[in-house]
């Protein structure tokens, strides 16, 4: 069986569907306004995309598969679409910040002050937070955990997907 082939197109090809939609609903965010926002409706117009595209990304694999797949590549494939879908998504998210929108965290900074001071927060603690805000804010650190949410929320995705449309050559006799 051609499974390695297989598996790593389907996950290069849906990752990049994956990050691309996903860049397109960022700009769609930043076109209209609401990119500082982080609005609830972004996020799970993200998220459903996310779950839309590792599922035909499975589906696909099995349809090439003679209708055949494990709970195991199911897991591993969807785990392949959301880390090249947060790749193509952090390459985006450096180009934005340096090039696009260079004011961008200093905006993202002045808002969430904002939020500390409706809160009744002392200047002290409103320090605090921005220095701390700060430090999580590097492109190394949003990286990382931008990787480590895709995969996460993939594994999830996907294990739940595989259970529900895993099968195997035992299970056609």
Do not use: C
């Not at 691309?20 to 990119?35: E, K, S, V």
């Not at 879908?85 to 900074?109: Q, R």
């Not at 996460?152 to 529900?164: E, V």
């Amino acid at each position: 069986m051609d499974n390695n082939i297989s598996s790593k197109s389907t996950m290069l090809n849906y990752g990049l569907v994956l990050g691309l939609t996903t860049i397109l609903i960022n700009l769609m965010a930043y076109a209209i306004g609401i990119h500082l926002d982080q609005d609830w409706r972004i996020g799970t117009l993200g998220f459903v995309a996310m779950v839309i595209v590792i599922v035909l990304g499975i589906k696909n694999f099995k349809s090439v598969n003679n209708n055949i797949i494990s709970w195991g590549q199911s897991v591993k494939i969807g785990v392949g679409i959301s880390i090249i879908s947060a790749l193509i998504g952090i390459v985006y998210n450096l180009i934005f910040i340096n090039f696009i929108e260079p004011d961008f965290m200093n905006l993202m900074m002045e808002k969430q002050v904002m939020v500390w001071e409706e809160a009744n927060m002392t200047s002290e603690q409103i320090e605090a937070a921005k220095s701390m805000m700060e430090t999580f804010s590097s492109p190394a650190i949003t990286s990382a955990i931008g990787i480590i949410a895709a995969a996460f929320f993939g594994f999830i995705i996907s294990a739940i997907a595989g259970a529900i449309m895993k099968r195997t050559e035992e299970d056609q006799y």
